[in-house]
C-alpha cells in the first residue's frame, strides 16, 4: 500500500470499500463489524469461503472472500 508524506499507508483501489464485491479478511470484518479474529477463524476452518488471488510476483496473495461468501456465512451463523 502506498504510503503519504506522513507515512500514513492509503488504499491505491478508488472503489469505496463497502462497494466492493470482495475484500481481505480485516477488511471484510470491518465492513460487516465483526471481529477480525473471528472472520479469520471461520475462514481457517473451512466454514468461510476465501480464495487467493495472484500478487504482483505471480504467487498466491492474501485471503481474499467475496461478499456472497461473507452473506452467506453471517446468514448461516444465525440460523
Known sequence: MPL???GVRIDANP???WAR???TL??????FSLDYQG????????DLD???PPNKH???GRRHVTEEAMLS???GMEE
Open 15 to 17: 472503489v469505496p470499500l
Open 4 to 6: 503519504t508524506e506522513e
Open 50 to 52: 476465501t480464495f487467493r
Open 58 to 60: 505471480g504467487d498466491p
Open 26 to 31: 480485516p477488511q471484510a470484518a470491518q465492513v
Open 21 to 23: 464485491k470482495a475484500w
Open 39 to 46: 472472520v479469520r477463524l471461520a475462514a481457517l476452518k473451512g
Open 73 to 75: 456465512w453471517i446468514k
